[in-house]
């Protein structure tokens, strides 16, 4: 029986090298791989976990942050994040993903120069473990590019093996129409190097050198770097820019059958570590490309949800949950083993092509109109045909909730704190940008500074200025902290908020987005009503199933709630939990 059990796997590990790597000795490549995910006498377990529901629970929500997203000037910025989590977040929040806290040249951390070192300026990896010690940590796995200034492309430019094989070429006489792209400027790049000059992939940047995946050092070698992450206390991987990870000339280079493939495979590494490891994958594109990345329940244990951003934003906006209600009604339960992570805001801006066929056109401009006018920014992504298209809102999700179709009004906190409890009310595992849990505006003086439009949605804090902030209950920032706080503190009480729990999506007013939860067991129902809308709205009890030989109660409010009543009523921007078990 377990020569079967380590036949099985090798068999599944050689089969998968396989179909990524058709010409490579599938046995030999399957040995390496295993010494590289797996060094110094570890190995794999006896049996590959299976799917399942018990990987979260409704305790699990994240914190999204930069390393120094909090200064005071004269502490390491990871002992200053550790403090504020420890501070503010304990209790509220049991995971924080730390965005790319390597040494770096550009693009705020995702143009990585060394994977195996931590940031000087912002700490080194005891900080990383001390974190990582309190609460699941997430990390960067980086891998469609790395910096042009950092020692792989250098060495590359010196002809040095193995990295002379490390990038991506091409030549401008490819024909690259095909090719999908999130940014403006030029694919190719014409670097020199001891062997003549060459053209090499830049999906994102000129300092953002695409590696060439078809070389199996380069897999290699992040399955080492994953190792050096979870030895260090990274229980969750998130797989950035993964969509674009295998290249081929004359072909959209997107979602290509072999990175399909080297997911699999890290997933099945995964399955298989001792450690618990949960494989995120990032990718902003549209919903049916997105959903892909599950798999058949051997791909990613999560995805983001990156459509509930654009369309919670609309619904806040125009009053109506038309279209968020729309979408989530066609949207699939998280297969078994698998979870969907929900957020309205992240570092980046708010994505527009996750809306693609999900807001008419009208409503998508109306929307980068309110932006604009609120002083927001818009990013644009290059077209097949030359043109361009807008890619993404530059932000903070905090600002973007500041006003709506109708113009600026009274009940911004009402609003923002609305958009919020959506992304706690739903299937998944919710998770908050530290600037929204911190009701942070939008800093123009950092896009100025930095000739970035994401910068807008980058504020650092000085610490000491923040916590005076928060200690006065009047500020806005103390406001929202405790608020969502509160919220999240309940939610992980409520088994009905399990992130695999049943969802149904409910027809109601499209001024009401609501869900009903059900928990695992069927002991718990939650009916999460959210009125996104600046006027009273009653909904009728009888659209509800209040069973009526139970005690039900909104938990938000603390009111009981009579089964028998004609009507429930929300005031404008009002949420209620309705349950029936406290």
């Known amino acids: 029986m377990k020569a079967s059990k380590t036949t099985s796997f090798s068999m599944r590990l050689a089969s998968l090298v396989r179909q990524i790597y058709p010409d490579i000795d599938a046995d030999i490549l399957s040995s390496k791989i295993v010494e590289a995910f797996w060094p110094e006498g ?23 942050t930069y390393g120094n997203s909090i200064l005071d000037g004269s502490h390491k910025p990871l002992d200053l994040l550790h403090d504020f989590l420890l501070r503010y977040m304990k209790g509220v929040v049991n995971g924080v993903h730390i965005l790319p806290f390597f040494p770096f040249t550009s693009d705020d951390g995702f143009a990585v120069s060394d994977f195996r070192a ?11 473990n001390r974190i990582g010690g309190a609460f ?9 590019h790395v910096s042009s200034q950092g020692a792989w492309f250098n060495a590359y430019r010196q002809g040095q093996v193995p990295y002379d094989r490390f990038f991506f070429e091409a030549s401008p006489d490819d024909d690259l129409s095909a090719v999908v792209r999130p940014r403006t400027t030029p694919l190719l790049q014409k670097i020199e190097t001891v062997n003549g000059p060459r053209h090499v992939w830049c999906t994102f940047s000129h300092d953002q050198i695409d590696l060439d995946f078809r070389n199996p050092e380069v ?30 000339v004359g072909s959209p280079s997107i979602h290509l059958p072999q990175t399909h493939a080297i997911v699999q495979l890290m997933r099945m590494l995964c399955d298989y570590a001792a450690e618990t490891i949960i494989l995120l994958t990032e990718t902003n594109v549209p919903k049916a490309e997105n959903l892909s990345y599950f798999g058949n329940r051997n791909e990613a244990h ?42 309205t805001a992240s570092h980046d801006g708010i994505g527009m092509r996750p809306a ?11 929307m980068i109109q309110t932006v604009r006018d609120i002083g927001g920014l818009v990013s644009m992504r290059a077209l097949p045909d030359g043109g361009e298209a807008p890619y993404e809102l530059n932000t903070t ?34 998770a908050f940008y530290i600037h929204s849990m911190l009701a942070t505006s939008n800093d123009h003086g950092q896009v100025e500074r930095r000739g970035m439009n994401r910068a807008i949605n980058r504020h650092r804090w000085d610490y000491p200025s923040l916590q005076a902030q928060l200690a006065d209950p009047e500020t806005i920032h103390a406001k929202v902290l405790g608020a969502l706080s509160a919220r999240l503190r309940l939610r992980a009480r409520q088994s009905a908020f399990h992130p695999n729990a049943t969802q149904f999506t409910m027809s109601l007013d ?21 009125n996104v809308s600046d006027e009273v709205v009653d909904i009728p009890a009888a659209s509800m199933n209040l069973i009526d030989d139970e005690d039900w109660v909104d938990i938000l409010s603390g009111e009981k709630i009579d089964v028998f009543a004609d009507a429930i009523t929300l005031a404008p921007y009002q949420c209620r939990w309705i349950t029936n078990k406290i």
């Open 356 to 366: 693609e066929g999900l807001l008419p056109p009208q409503e998508q401009a109306q």
């Open 118 to 128: 931590v940031n000087p300026q912002l700490g080194d990896w005891a900080d990383i």
């Open 219 to 248: 897999l290699l070698e992040f399955l080492r770097i994953i190792r050096l992450h979870v030895d260090n206390g990274v229980q969750i991987i998130r797989l950035d820019a993964v969509a674009f990870l295998w290249k081929e």
């Open 510 to 530: 499209d001024r009401v987005f609501g869900v009903w939860r059900q928990s695992l067991d069927r002991f718990q129902s939650v009916f999460a009503l959210h």
């Open 42 to 64: 570890t190995k794999p377990r006896k049996r590959g976990r299976l799917p399942g529901n018990n990987l979260w629970t409704e305790k699990d929500a994240l914190l999204i």
């Open 136 to 144: 699941h940590l997430m990390s960067d796995l980086v891998l469609n």
């Open 302 to 343: 999560a995805i983001y949800n990156f459509p509930l951003p654009p369309l919670i934003l609309h619904a806040m906006m125009s009053g109506s949950a038309r279209y968020l209600r729309r979408w989530q009604s066609g949207m699939p339960p998280a297969q078994l083993g698998c979870a969907y992570l929900n957020f």
């Open 397 to 430: 999700f905090f600002e973007a909730t500041s006003r709506t179709f109708k113009g600026e009004d009274d009940r911004h906190f009402d609003r923002f704190t609305c958009s919020q409890t959506i992304v706690m009310s739903l299937e998944g595992i919710p």
